[in-house]
C-alpha cells in the first residue's frame, strides 16, 4: 500500500502562482511514475503531468505546458507541482497518483491517489 498526502491548494487570482506537494509513504519502493491530475467541477478528471521517479523524464499535458513544472525530491519521497500564470480555467481538485509504468498520461496508469487539494483562480 502506498500512502499520498497533497497539499498546497488554495484561492487565488489569475496570474499568481501556487505550489502543490504530495508526499509518498508506505510501500513506495515499487513505484516508478507519480502524476497530477485535475477534475474541475462536473467535468472528468484528466492528465496534468507525470515524472518518472528514476529518470526524472517528464510529460504535460498541452495546456499547461510553459506554465507548470513537476519535480520531484527523492529524499523527501514528494513530488511537486509548481503552477504559475494561473488561469480561472486551472480551478479544479488536483490529485497525484503513483503508478508502475515509466510514465503515464491516463488514470489507467496509476494504481493509487491521494485525496486531493482544491485550487480556486478567481479572475
Known amino acids: 500500500q502506498v500512502q499520498l498526502v497533497e497539499s498546497g491548494g488554495g484561492l487565488v487570482q489569475a496570474g499568481d502562482s501556487l505550489r502543490l506537494s504530495c508526499a509518498a509513504s508506505g510501500r513506495t519502493g515499487s513505484r516508478y511514475a507519480m502524476g497530477w491530475f485535475r477534475q474541475a467541477l462536473g467535468k472528468e478528471r484528466e492528465f496534468v503531468a507525470a515524472?518518472?521517479?528514476?529518470?526524472?523524464?517528464?510529460a504535460y499535458a498541452d495546456f499547461v505546458k510553459g506554465r507548470f513544472t513537476i519535480s520531484r525530491d527523492n529524499a523527501k519521497n514528494t513530488v511537486y507541482l509548481q503552477m504559475n500564470s494561473l488561469k480561472p480555467e486551472d480551478t479544479a481538485v488536483y490529485y497525484c497518483?503513483?503508478?508502475?509504468?515509466?510514465?503515464?498520461?491516463?488514470?489507467?496508469?496509476?494504481?493509487?491517489w491521494g485525496q486531493g487539494t482544491q485550487v480556486t483562480v478567481s479572475s
Open positions: 515524472i518518472n521517479w528514476s529518470t526524472g523524464s517528464t
Open positions: 497518483a503513483v503508478g508502475g509504468g515509466f510514465i503515464a498520461t491516463m488514470k489507467t496508469g496509476y494504481d493509487y
